[in-house]
C-alpha cells in the first residue's frame, strides 16, 4: 500500500538557518512526489514536484527538494529560512496506477524564531 | 479567476443533521477531490472524481455521498452528521490527474 512519512511533527529554526524537512514514501513504482506548504487557516500551496528526469527540482520560493529512490526519499531544503516560511508542510505521493489518488504524510510544522 | 471555491467556508450541526459542501472550479479539471484534515493525520481522500458523472471511494468514505452532475462542480454530503465528522474539509481539482489545486477549506463541527 501507499503511504508517506514525514518523521518529525514540528521543527524550529533561527531565521537565516538551513531547512530540511525530511519525507519518505513507500510505493511499489516511482511514484509522483509533491511538497505543498499550508500557512494557517489557509488552503494547501504547492512548493514542487517531481515526476521524471533530473532527481533534484527547484520550486518556489527558493526550495529545493531531491529524489532519492534508493532510500525512498524526497527530501525538502532551503539554504536560508525566512520568517514567511514559518506553515505546515506536506509531502504527498501520487501516480496514474493508484487511480489517481494522492496520499499525504502527516505533516510538518515550522517555527522560524528570529 | 477564481480556481478552486468552497462553500460554506464554516458550519455547524447538530448530530444527525444533514449538509452539502459545494466545491466548484473553473478551470476546466477532469479530476475532483474531496479531503478530510484532522490535526496530526494530515490530510485524507474521502472521495474522488476522475470525471463528469464519475465518482469513487478515497481512504475514509463512510458516512459521506458525493456527486458530480456537472463538471465544475463536487458535491459532498453527509447525511447523517457525527462528532466524529467535525474536521477541515478540502476540495482540489486537477487537470491530468497530477498536480492538486485546493480551495480554501470549509471548517465543520458537529455537536
Known amino acids: 500500500a501507499q503511504s508517506v512519512t514525514q518523521p518529525d511533527i514540528h521543527i524550529t529554526v533561527s531565521e537565516g538557518a538551513s531547512l530540511e524537512l525530511r519525507c519518505n514514501y513507500s510505493?511499489?513504482?516511482?511514484?509522483?512526489l509533491f511538497w505543498y506548504v499550508q500557512s494557517p487557516g489557509q488552503g494547501l500551496q504547492l512548493l514542487l514536484k517531481y515526476f521524471s528526469g533530473d532527481t533534484l527540482v527547484q520550486g518556489i520560493k527558493g526550495f529545493e527538494a531531491e529524489f532519492k529512490r534508493s532510500q525512498s526519499s524526497f527530501n525538502l531544503r532551503k539554504p536560508s529560512v525566512h520568517w514567511s516560511d514559518a506553515a505546515e508542510y506536506f509531502c504527498?505521493?501520487?501516480?496514474?496506477?493508484?487511480?489517481?489518488?494522492?496520499?499525504f504524510g502527516t505533516g510538518t510544522s515550522l517555527t522560524v524564531i528570529p | 479567476n477564481a480556481g478552486v471555491t468552497q462553500t460554506p467556508k464554516f458550519r455547524v450541526l447538530k448530530t444527525g443533521q444533514s449538509m452539502t459542501l459545494l466545491c466548484a472550479q473553473d478551470m476546466n479539471h477532469e479530476y475532483m477531490y474531496w479531503y478530510r484534515q484532522d490535526p496530526g493525520m494530515g490530510l485524507r481522500l474521502i472521495h474522488y472524481?476522475?470525471?463528469?458523472?464519475?465518482?469513487a471511494k478515497g481512504e475514509v468514505p463512510d458516512g459521506y455521498n458525493v456527486s458530480r452532475l456537472k463538471k465544475q462542480n463536487f458535491l459532498l454530503g453527509l447525511e447523517s452528521a457525527a462528532p466524529s465528522q467535525t474536521s477541515v474539509y478540502f476540495c482540489?481539482?486537477?487537470?491530468?490527474?497530477?498536480?492538486?489545486?485546493f480551495g480554501a477549506g470549509s471548517r465543520l463541527t458537529v455537536l
Open positions: 504527498a505521493v501520487g501516480a496514474r496506477d493508484t487511480g489517481n489518488q494522492f496520499y
Open positions: 510505493y511499489g513504482a516511482t511514484p509522483y
Open positions: 472524481s476522475v470525471g463528469e458523472g464519475t465518482t
Open positions: 482540489a481539482s486537477s487537470y491530468e490527474g497530477n498536480v492538486l489545486t
